[in-house]
């Protein structure tokens, strides 16, 4: 009964909640505000952002984090991230805050701003690791000094409709809840300090929110079979068939064609998939108690350079995984007991950067596996991808039917040509 009832929540929540990722069921993004201090007319907060998502991360030009006030708050001062806008500061004379408006609008600093505009984990360019490829990097952190605010923790109050960009839509963020106050340990570790007061908030990443179709395609090739399954047709949607430049366009010699757009709108190679992203898998290599799969990722979009990616993949056999080549590896175990998904990501200074699409917008691995005998098969497509994504997206598989075959896995695929055979021997005897 308990199991029925589980597997039925379970079901509810995969149908129900656009949010659920069945391969990072607890992902979050979750910010947190400390109050440091009381001031005369408000509070000095650091704010923490940590990116809990083992396989997300937020790449450049980085979050953008906005809120809206419950009163008539402003900020005096910010440091490790600024505003995007000051607003309406008329009514000030004095001393004229960094930011009057209702809905403020925060980003991260450059790297390389000043020390005394630095606060600790900040000015990143609000570029965030995900936390199964890099904990320590996981995290982005500012200072507010909030004035026209309650000073004591029965006369704050929250600040309301958080949005976050990551940095391009996706999140959806849950209302501020005050929680137990965080501590801090001393630089000596010798005394323990608390926040006046403390609340978080926590945001979800949902990819139907974040575009319409998908943003990367697979594609599949084999040792056993010449075919080469190529990505579907338009997997990325075909609206910009016509912005796309072909590979040999001479539009590509010219000076800035690789520039970033501020709303980061590609430029794609002309490709029937259209997808900024190919990923192919070749089932290379077949050894006595080993298999062998090379992977690698194509970029086309000329517009982007992917720094910090990294691509997840489910696969029955991920749970016998003897060596990754040129890539790092790490198994990613959403549900205690199925270990069959994992994540490669790049070696830093080596690989860690997918370049431009071009010559050198390409990066490649191969997987050795153990075979375990009594599932192992190179039948049905066995030997290819359940699941690929990359930098989180869903990328879209090829439909199974057109998978490589096995040649000798079954007698349709051998009617072709051994018809033709007769029919040739047939026409040139008679
Ligand atoms: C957010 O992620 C953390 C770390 O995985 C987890 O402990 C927490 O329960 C998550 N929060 C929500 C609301 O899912
Ligand atoms: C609040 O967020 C922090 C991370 O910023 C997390 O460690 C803590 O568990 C969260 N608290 C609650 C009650 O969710
Ligand atoms: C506010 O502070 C008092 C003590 O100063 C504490 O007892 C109370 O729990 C706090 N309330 C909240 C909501 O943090
Ligand atoms: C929160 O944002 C939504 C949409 O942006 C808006 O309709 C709503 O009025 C906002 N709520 C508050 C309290 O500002
Ligand atoms: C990608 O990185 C290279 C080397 O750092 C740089 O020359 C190029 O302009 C970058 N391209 C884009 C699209 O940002
Ligand atoms: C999962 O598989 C990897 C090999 O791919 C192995 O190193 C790891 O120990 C396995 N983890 C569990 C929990 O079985
Ligand atoms: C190779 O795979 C393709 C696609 O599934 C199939 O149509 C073809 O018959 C296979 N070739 C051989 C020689 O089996
Ligand atoms: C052949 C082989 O190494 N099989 C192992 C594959 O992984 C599972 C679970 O991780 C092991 O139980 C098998 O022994």
Redesign the pocket.
Same mark, same amino acid.
């Given at each position: 009964m308990r199991i029925v009832i589980s597997a039925w929540i379970f079901l509810a929540l995969c149908s129900f909640s656009a949010a659920f990722d069945p391969l990072d069921p607890t992902g979050n993004i979750t910010i947190r505000w400390d109050i440091m201090s009381w001031t005369a007319d408000g509070y000095v907060a650091s704010v923490t952002m940590n990116n809990f998502q083992m396989y997300r991360h937020i790449q450049a030009p980085g979050w953008t984090l906005g809120w809206t006030w419950a009163k008539k708050e402003v900020i005096w001062s910010m440091v490790g991230a600024q505003t995007t806008e000051q607003g309406d500061c008329s009514k000030f004379k004095a001393n004229v805050p960094h930011c009057c408006k209702k809905t403020p609008t925060v980003v991260d600093l450059l790297p390389g701003v000043p020390y005394n505009q630095q606060f600790s984990n900040c000015c990143k360019g609000g570029v965030v690791a995900a936390w199964g490829q890099d904990p320590s990097a996981a995290v982005s952190a500012f200072q507010v000094s909030v004035g026209m605010a309650g000073t004591s923790n029965k006369t704050v109050k929250l600040p309301k409709n958080f949005t976050l960009l990551g940095p391009g839509p996706g999140y959806t963020c849950g209302p501020a809840r005050v929680v137990p106050p965080t501590t801090f340990l001393t630089p000596d570790r010798r005394r323990k300090t608390q926040a006046l007061m403390t609340w978080n908030v926590t945001c979800t990443y949902s990819r139907f929110l974040a575009s319409k179709h998908p943003s990367c395609c697979v594609s599949f090739s084999s040792f056993y079979n010449e075919t080469i399954t190529a990505c579907p047709t338009c997997a990325c949607g075909c609206e910009n068939k016509n912005k796309c430049v072909k590979s040999d366009s001479k539009l590509l010699s010219v000076v800035g064609v690789n520039t970033p757009k501020k709303d980061n709108s590609p430029l794609l190679q002309c490709t029937r998939h259209m997808c900024p992203i190919r990923v192919h898998w070749h089932v290379k290599q077949n050894y006595k108690d080993y298999w062998r799969a090379k992977v690698a990722v194509t970029n086309f979009n000329y517009r982007m350079n992917y720094t910090q990616w990294t691509l997840v993949v489910q696969h029955p056999n991920? /749970?016998?995984?003897t060596q990754v080549f040129s890539f790092n590896y790490k198994?990613l175990?959403p549900y205690g007991s199925i /270990?069959d998904t994992?994540m490669f990501y790049g070696m830093k200074f080596f690989n860690d950067l997918l370049m431009e699409a071009g010559p050198t917008g390409n990066i490649q691995s191969e997987v050795l596996l153990q075979k375990d005998q009594n599932t192992f098969t190179f039948k049905q497509g066995w030997a290819f991808p359940r699941k690929v994504y990359f930098n989180g997206e869903e990328c879209m598989l090829p439909p199974p039917e057109s998978y490589p075959f096995l040649p000798n896995s079954a007698r349709k695929t051998l009617a072709g040509p051994l018809t033709l055979l007769v029919s040739l021997v047939m026409f040139l005897f008679f």
């Open positions: 991920l /749970n016998n995984v198994p175990v /270990n994992g």
